[in-house]
């Protein structure tokens, strides 16, 4: 049965014309998926981590969980969201709380702060998987997250956590197609790194920046802006858009100072480079 819920979403990629090579990194996942026996997927409500766990329901059925770990480090809608499409696709689905801000290496902000981050959340959910009979966690990485700074990949080895869609060879362009292809919603959900990427590295982190830093971001998507980043550097928020958006932040200027002046900033700009994923990281030695 398992199996043949795998073909069935094979035969779905096949008629819209997914070419062969792609169709063979999803059988691969599948391979390996079957090969889990049962899993607790790592769900985060990503584009990445719900391809992951709605592959892993076709091949595992209810020998699969999916977990979102809700931290202060994540918008306060994240959970929501992830609830939302698990609901949608069916998915067996929990929500954990951790309070990894108790922890000195995860709120003093240090350059591995990802890889105490990660191991923390990575041990409750391994945890998890053993108290409910689970035989193994998997996580969302791919291809792309290799070429990119990335602590929490230390976490991922010495938890001896699987990266399935990393193993099948897959890009993120390409988990995009798959899963508009096979109507998954969220195939064009923008990424969003965890809150703490905002803030330079060494500043001390606390709920209350955390949650204005999200407020603010909130703020500027319902201007129509998906993709945004507010940095904090001190009292100063310094706004990461498109480049082919910037225009649209300087349409709504007064009502974008004014929100984020309320929201506690004193100094209000707009980085002329444009958004650039982990731009908090230029510098650092990979």
């Known amino acids: 049965m398992a199996q043949a819920r795998i073909d069935e979403a094979r035969r779905t990629l096949e008629a819209a014309g997914v070419g062969p090579e792609l169709l063979s990194k999803w059988d691969r996942l599948g391979s390996l998926l079957l090969e889990c026996g049962s899993a607790v997927v790592a769900y985060s409500g990503g584009v990445d981590s719900s391809l992951l766990a709605y592959a892993a329901h076709l091949a595992l059925g209810e020998r699969m969980l999916a977990v979102t770990i809700h931290s202060p480090l994540e918008p306060s809608d994240s959970a929501d969201q992830a609830a939302a499409f698990a609901c949608q696709v069916g998915l067996p689905h ?3 709380s951790v309070p990894v801000l108790d922890q000195d290496n995860v709120r003093g902000n240090p350059p591995d702060r990802c890889y105490h981050c990660k191991k923390a959340i990575l041990g409750q959910l391994h945890s998890t998987a053993r ?25 991922v080895t010495e938890t ?4 399935p869609l990393l193993a099948s060879g897959l890009t993120k362009s390409e988990i995009r197609l798959l899963a508009r292809t096979l109507g998954l919603t969220v195939w064009d959900r923008p990424s969003a790194p965890c809150l703490a990427t905002r803030f330079p590295y060494g500043t001390e982190l606390s ?11 909130s703020y500027l998507r319902s201007l129509g802006l998906a993709t945004v980043r507010v940095r904090v550097d001190g009292e100063t928020a310094r706004i990461e858009a498109p480049v082919d958006q910037l225009d649209r932040v300087l349409l709504h200027r007064e009502d974008v100072a004014a929100r984020l002046t309320e929201l506690g900033y004193h100094y209000v700009t707009l980085d002329l480079r444009g958004y650039r994923s982990g731009s908090r990281d230029e510098g650092l030695v990979k």
């Open 94 to 96: 929990e929500v954990i």
């Open 207 to 217: 709920q209350e920046a955390l949650q204005r830093v999200a407020a603010a971001e």
């Open 160 to 163: 001896a956590t699987l990266s």
């Open 131 to 155: 108290e409910r009979g689970f035989s193994t966690v998997v996580e969302g990485q791919n291809v792309d997250d290799v070429g990119a700074y990335r602590p929490g990949r230390q976490a």
